[in-house]
């Protein structure tokens, strides 16, 4: 590598501009002095942070932030993120209640007190009161496990050290739970209610990681001020003061391995003629997923063990995507009675019933059985206009035909079913709320395929692999941790993080931080400052 340019030259390389990465490059600049380059393959970066805007900059959205939890004042994930920003994101907390549970014959209302949350639970299922109570001590155990595991080992728990918390051996998902401990059908639904966080039905998640969501919206829901898109705007000049730098716009083709350890990217700018170029760094971190790194972006020629491993995980475990539709409103939403607060509505409140036909809207364009819905807008004071998102599940396959076709050219078919989802999405809305249709101004529809377009994630899911249970059995699935086979190789972001969302990954970013620090000191200082 003496041979290099210096400007081809880092102590850090980070693949991906997401949460994970942001973690890592601001940590190591401030707190190692490291010199890091951030590749990014998105003309914008800032991976699921960051926003963007339509209609002459006149509607903004942000494509992964809807909330985030424990951004009160003395939360760890906000002292945590005031640290990678300087301080310099500010959150608003959402209006209570921040969430609703939407069914057919009872709504929710979820306030961020966790001991409301448990009273208006008690009050609604009095005869099941004890199995409440029960409920709210375990999700605290479960939760810590991870968190102090995650703190301390920079590594999720082994799935055995999560049964032996709770003293359940034969629970491991979240429907393994509720079916033990609870009998009304309902209160099941409403606990289940946020499993689109982490994108899998109670069958398929793992209890801990369902714990872990709920325990971190105890405290409420928050909004970053100006949009998600400030998070990178507070970490890019950061980067910059140590002699890094941030390209976008630039592909990582592959990781650079000699001699059995990573020692740069080989990379492709993906406008213009410009050729291939070579980044080195002692450090390389690879924000892109455990799937892409190992299975595309290191050479075959690297032996990893694991590979057809990880293969046949990610076949048997394929995680369901997502649709999005982003709606510019030529009016406040507030009028219809809607005051910032998500809404989580479902065709019934059997959750693997309306998992299983997520799609089946999509062939009649008839009920949804899963949307969220959520109001950028009436949550950041900073907003000049009106905006909603609505996300809805549906499978990859549904858009595979289309895959090969350029992103905004994929032709007429394509743009008259993404009107037809659009078209659907509103309608329903307005079937609960009339009137809404008559403010929609603007809308425009994201698909799996723009996800895969822009992130590289497999078939388009925005939560990386599947939280489910074989996750964590660490002899089965050793491809989710922070280290690798290959040295100087690090992962970070979700993947390495444990769980799913901005939380998760930024706590992957910490974890790989330690980990590339070989010392628990910058923990320490955090925790102290």
């Known amino acids: 590598m003496s041979t290099q340019n210096s400007e081809e030259m880092y102590d850090v390389i980070c693949i991906g501009s997401g949460m994970g990465s942001l973690t890592v490059s601001s940590l190591l ?22 926003a963007f805007a339509r209609k002459a900059n006149k509607f903004h959205w942000d494509v992964g932030i809807h909330y985030v939890g ?50 208006d639970l008690i009050s609604q299922f009095p005869d099941e009161t004890e199995a409440i109570h029960q409920y709210f001590k375990d999700l605290h155990k479960a939760a810590a496990l991870f968190g102090k ?38 209160i099941k639904a409403i606990l289940a209610s946020q499993w689109g966080d982490y994108g899998l039905p109670p069958s398929k998640c793992l209890f ?21 898109g400030k998070i990178f705007e507070s970490v890019e000049p950061i980067i910059h003061a140590n002699g890094g730098k941030v390209l976008n716009t630039t592909e990582v083709l592959e990781i650079i391995v000699e001699n059995g350890k990573a020692i740069g990217v080989k990379t492709r700018f993906l406008r213009g003629e410009k050729p291939e170029k070579n980044y080195y760094a002692d450090v390389i971190v690879s924000c892109a997923g455990a799937y892409p790194t190992y299975m595309k972006l290191l050479p075959e020629s690297v032996p990893i ?53 997520r799609n089946e809207w999509l062939e009649n364009f008839g009920e949804i059985r899963n949307l969220y819905m959520s109001f950028p807008s009436l949550k950041d004071p900073d907003a000049k206009h009106h905006t909603a998102d609505m996300i809805t599940f549906t499978d990859y396959a549904l858009f595979e035909k289309w895959k090969d076709l350029p992103w905004k050219k994929r032709g007429e078919e394509y743009e008259a079913f993404k009107k037809k989802i659009a078209d659907t999405v509103v309608q329903t809305i307005e079937k609960r709320f009339p009137g809404f249709k008559d403010i929609v101004e603007y809308i425009e529809v994201s698909t799996p395929l723009t996800n ?55 706590m992957g970013g910490l974890a790989t931080t330690l980990k590339v620090l070989g010392s628990r000191e910058l923990l320490k200082k955090i925790l102290k400052e």
């Open 70 to 119: 424990d951004m009160h004042e003395t939360g760890f994930s906000r002292l945590l993120m005031d640290k990678i920003t300087k301080g310099n994101v500010k959150w608003n907390r959402m209006p209570e209640p921040f969430e609703k549970f939407v069914y057919p014959d009872r709504t929710f209302d979820l306030y961020g007190d966790e001991e409301k949350f448990k009273s």
């Open 149 to 186: 595991s995650m703190m301390m080992k920079s590594s999720t728990p082994d799935l055995s050290a999560f049964k032996a918390q709770l003293d359940k051996p034969n629970i491991e998902t979240l429907k393994d739970y509720l079916d033990a401990n609870f009998k009304n059908q309902d």
């Open 305 to 357: 063990s694991f590979r057809k491993d990880l293969s046949d995980f990610y076949k048997k475990e394929k995680m369901a995507t997502s649709i999005c539709v982003y709606m510019g409103l030529s009016d406040s939403p507030a009028k219809l009675g809607f005051k910032g607060e998500n809404h989580w509505i479902f065709a019934s409140n059997d959750h693997e019933a309306n998992f299983k036909e």
């Open 29 to 50: 600049s401030q707190y190692a002095g490291k010199k890091v380059l951030m590749i990014e393959k998105h003309f914008q970066a800032g991976g699921y942070t960051h």
């Open 452 to 506: 895969e377009h822009f992130t590289s994630h497999p078939d388009g899911a925005i939560y990386g692999l599947a939280c489910v249970p074989e996750r964590y059995n660490k002899s089965k699935s050793p491809w989710f941790e922070v280290t690798t086979p290959v040295a100087g190789l690090y992962l970070t972001g979700a993947d390495a993080g444990g769980s799913p969302g901005i939380a998760g990954a930024m």
């Open 208 to 228: 801990a990681t369902h714990a872990a969501l709920v325990v971190h919206y105890f405290n409420g829901g928050y909004y970053p001020v100006g949009g998600g």
